[in-house]
């Protein structure tokens, strides 16, 4: 008869293969950051601050150089000015030779005589000045008004909100702010979470779209506005 003796260590040496065999743990896929309704709002303020930032930097420049050109402008009426005091004490100077030397008198009638020229050519030239200055002004309100209807085609801005704007710098600042204190009432879409791959529009995803807004790489247009409030920012 055949009896079958089972090795002492087989049910050991098996216990010791099963608790060395360790289940396999499922890998975990690398999440991608959400933000929060504040990280968003507060992404959007240094967008918005930078980019209205940049718009009052050209504003400033523009303001500086109407200052300059003011500036100029009265140092001409000054210069005008300083030339008919000069012309009027010559002429009390000759008035007083007129008497008793007749060289003098000729010489300082001719010496008037000059500056009255030169005083006719600086009005000439004024008056040239004031006229082209009619028609820039002209040409700056015709240019203004075709500004002011591109930022109401691209921002919905009524016009009454533009009206004063002495540049298109400050038209576009004004145009901006009114946009953003007033959100597109379209109907609200259905947006795919924030970062699913997904894009609400521009051809990026939200994310993306976001870190470019709050960095400035991204322009604040009508698009990308109404791409904000779609993703409840703002």
């Known amino acids: ?8 260590n087989a049910k050991v040496a098996e216990q010791t293969i099963k608790e060395d065999v360790k289940p396999t743990e499922p890998k975990e896929n690398p999440t991608i950051r959400t933000y929060t309704e504040e990280e968003f709002k507060h992404k959007l303020d240094v967008a ?11 504003l400033t420049v ?10 100029e ?8 000015l300083a030339q008919q005091e000069h012309i009027q004490s010559i002429i009390k100077e000759t008035q007083e030779a007129l008497s008793d030397d007749p060289d003098r008198r000729d010489a300082y009638t001719n010496k008037l005589n000059r500056l009255k020229e030169d005083l006719k050519r600086t009005r000439d030239e004024a008056d040239l000045q004031r006229r082209e200055g009619v028609v820039a002004q002209k040409e700056k309100d015709m240019a203004l008004a075709v500004t002011a209807r591109e930022f109401m085609d691209k921002y919905g801005v009524p016009l009454k909100e533009l009206e004063g ?7 576009e600042l004004k145009a901006l702010r009114w946009r953003l204190d007033n959100p597109e009432t379209k109907e609200k879409e259905e947006v795919p979470e924030f970062d699913s791959p997904i894009s609400s529009g521009g ?6 779209f976001i870190d470019k807004i709050s960095t400035g790489k991204l322009p604040m247009t009508k698009e990308n506005v ?9």
Not at 64 to 69: C, D, E, N, P, Q
Not at 74 to 80: I, L, S
Not at 226 to 234: C, E, Q, S, T, V
């Open 1 to 8: 008869m055949v009896v079958e003796v089972e090795a002492p």
């Open 48 to 58: 918005v601050g930078k980019g209205l930032e940049s718009i009052s930097q050209r």
């Open 62 to 71: 523009e303001q500086k150089a109407t200052i300059a050109a003011k500036a």
């Open 73 to 80: 402008a009265d140092a001409v009426r000054a210069e005008n």
């Open 165 to 171: 704007c002495g540049s298109g710098t400050e038209m």
């Open 203 to 208: 051809g990026i995803a939200d994310k993306e």
């Open 226 to 234: 109404g791409r904000l409030k779609k993703l409840g920012i703002g």
